[in-house]
């Protein structure tokens, strides 16, 4: 996607590259068998990419006898780097902790927004419907709620922090979450059935895994009080569409969905016409002026790996079944 990849890497983000590395021409992001490829391949030591990088395959790194480092300029890397990167001691980093920054900003402002009942009310008032009662039921916010972050992710992290700017109780459900890190994160770390029960606004971080898969299902969506909201920003397949149709549908629960199962949804599809969920394009990520971000803390990376210090990015063999 040459489009996307002159925002991530303009012109002075270059030139930055540039000053530490001698920079070969730019690899076909969709073809690693193009010959211009290979040819740039065996010169290459660090490999930068992006989105769209096809897999980095044995075949592929027998054409990059000395690469040593892969730099994701982008957020999930998991679906072109497999183990065979790590067997042969390849470090590996990803500009995810960039990406997460906009997703929780995104995240933030949705908790605040439909915990006011933003949307449903925009759409009433739109019909006509001029009063509404502000009494403290008729009108929640997050101010004295409790939100539930499903994830402590970098993203789910972020959004932690961001909540503490709001007077908001925060649950958090992550099997890999230490009692040590909740203190310090200053949440309440819970089961996921109990945050489903407790929240007002529950928000999902949470990597898409055999296991996550259809993790918020009619069970779990069950157990949440009327008036609950559900985002989800991670990955559509760890909520039960169909469950959420109901729900929604309902009136029980209200939805902000930047991701959805099927993606895009179809035209005429229930949860795009339900007067209490919002679908947005799958925009919370990185977009427009924010890409440059990715750019710059690839380069940032390069520069750590030349200087021999501890990539802030860094992704281990291990992680790839946790994160997204």
Known sequence: MPEVTEGVFPADVIARLERSVTLVDRVPLDDFDDPRAKQTLAETEILVTAWGCP????????AAPRLRAVV??????????????????????????????????????????????AFSLARSYARGERTHDYSAEKAPSLDGATTGVIGASRTGRQVIGMLAAHRTRVLVHDPFLSADDARELGVESVGLDELCRRSDVI???????????????????????????????????LVDTE?????????????????????????????????NVLVTPHLAGAHGREVRRLGEYAVAEVERFLGGLPLRGLVTADQLTRIA
């Open 55 to 62: 897999p980095i395959d044995a075949a592929v790194l027998d």
């Open 72 to 117: 994701h300029a982008a957020g999930s890397i998991k679906r072109h780097v497999g183990d065979e990167v790590f067997i042969r001691g390849i470090a590996v980093s990803s500009a995810a902790e960039a990406n997460a920054r906009p997703v929780a900003e995104y995240t933030v402002a949705m908790c605040v927004l439909a915990a006011k009942r």
């Open 203 to 237: 928000t999902v971080h949470a990597p898409e895994t055999p296991e996550t898969r259809h993790m918020i299902d009619d069970r779990r969506m069950s157990l949440m009080a009327d008036g609950a909201v559900l985002i989800n920003t991670a990955r559509g397949s």
């Open 243 to 275: 469950a959420l149709i109901r729900h929604c549908g309902a009136g029980r629960i209200d939805a902000v969905l930047d991701v959805t199962d099927p993606e895009p949804l179809p035209s005429g599809h229930p949860l795009l016409t339900l007067p």
